[in-house]
C-alpha cells in the first residue's frame, strides 16, 4: 500500500503546503461516495495521480512515508489524504500505523479527515492519535449524521446541500444575505460554520480551522459543488432532517 507527501500542493483551496495522497485500497468500502462519481479525488487531475500512487510509480511505502513527515519543517501545517484515507485497508484503521503516523508528526498541525466508520476500535486509535496531537475530523454525509458522529468527542466535518454553496453570480453580501436564511444548526443544535475556501479567497493554510486539535464548538460543512454537486447534494439532504433555523 503506497503513500506519497508532495511538498508543495498546487491545490489554491490548500494554499502552498505539503499534501498526502494515500492508496485507494485505504478508502472504506462503505464509504458512500465511493465509484458513485461524488468522490472528488476521483475526478481530474488528481484522479490521475491517484492512480499513479496505486501502482507505486509516485511515493513508497508506509515507512518512507513515515520519514518523509518525520522531515517536515517544525510546526508546518499540512494537509493529509487529499485522495484517500487513513491508514488500514478499507474501514479498518491500523492502529500501529496511525499511532507511529502522529508520533512522527510531533504536533505539526495537520487537516486530516476520515471516511471510515466509528466503530470502537476506530474511535479509540483516533482518540490515541489525538492523544498525540494528530486530530482527524469525522465526515459526515449529512446534519443528521453528524449528530450521531458527535458522541464521539471528535471533530466532525459535514456535507452541506448545494444551496450552501455561493453561485457564481452572487457577490459575497448577496451569498451571505442568503445564507442567513438558510439553517444554521444540526437538527441536535450544533452550529455550523461553512468552510470559508468555499466562497472566499483565503485558503487552508490561512484559515487552519480543520487543523485544531481542540474540539471546536461547530462542526464544518462544505458546500456540495462541482460536476457531481446533484449526487453530493442528494446525500447531503439528510432524511428527514429539520434543520433548525436559527
Ligand atoms: S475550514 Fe479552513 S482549514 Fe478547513 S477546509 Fe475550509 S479553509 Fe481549509
Known sequence: MHYSLTKISRNVKLGPMPASTSARSTCPTSCPLKGQGGCYAEHGPMSIFWSKVDRGEAGGDFDAFVKDVEQLPKRQMWRYGQAGDLPGGGDEIDRDQML????????????????????????????LAQGLGFSVNL?????????????????IVVILPEEYSRRKSETKTEYRTRLNELPKHTPGGT??????????????LQCGACAQ????GAVIGFPAHGTK????????????????GT
Open 100 to 127: 507511529r503516523l502522529a508520533k512522527a508528526n510531533r504536533g505539526r498541525p495537520v487537516i486530516a479527515f476520515t471516511h471510515k466508520p466509528p466503530t470502537e476500535a476506530n474511535i479509540e486509535t483516533l482518540k
Open 139 to 155: 465526515s459526515a454525509n449529512n446534519v443528521d449524521h453528524a449528530d450521531e458522529l458527535m458522541i464521539h468527542g471528535l471533530n
Open 191 to 204: 452550529r455550523i460554520a461553512v468552510c470559508p475556501a468555499t466562497f472566499t479567497d483565503t485558503n487552508c
Open 213 to 216: 486539535s481542540k474540539t471546536r
Open 229 to 244: 454537486k446533484k449526487q453530493v447534494s442528494a446525500l447531503a439532504q439528510a432524511p428527514g432532517a429539520a434543520l433548525r
